[in-house]
């Protein structure tokens, strides 16, 4: 089973940045695929962005290309999503994922992932 633990979510003004955290346990982290996704009040899961095992690949929703990045390191089992010029729509519960298949970042941003954490919320005020 893995376990992970986003942190980093907030309250921020229209234009500024985040960077959220996700540590993961329970496997080698390596052998994982890594996403972010959110939920915004009222509405439905959506994908964010995903990495490859190595970090080779990347992955993005268009709502968030050219202003988010996701980065990962092994060494620290740990997945970042660097978040700059953010909108009022981009206010939601963000989620961490894993997942040990070997599916394309197209495919889990589609479909999701096996592994979730419990969120945390960044808020972008107007």
């Known amino acids: 089973q893995v376990q992970l633990v986003e942190s980093g979510g907030g309250l921020v003004q229209a234009g500024g940045s985040l960077r959220l955290s996700c540590a993961a346990s329970g496997r080698t982290f390596s052998s994982l695929a890594m996403g972010w996704f959110r939920q915004a009040p009222g509405k439905e899961r959506e994908s964010v962005a995903a990495i490859s095992r190595s970090g080779g690949s990347k992955y993005y929703a268009d709502s968030v290309k050219g202003r988010f990045t996701i980065s990962r390191d092994n060494a620290k089992s740990t997945v970042y999503l660097q978040m700059n010029s953010l909108k009022p729509e981009d206010t939601a519960v963000y989620y961490c994922?894993?997942?040990?298949?070997?599916?394309?970042?197209?495919?889990?941003?589609?479909?999701?992932?096996?592994?979730w954490g419990k969120g945390t919320l960044v808020t972008v005020s107007s």
């Open positions: 994922a894993a997942d040990s298949r070997s599916y394309s970042g197209s495919y889990y941003l589609n479909h999701g992932m096996d592994y």
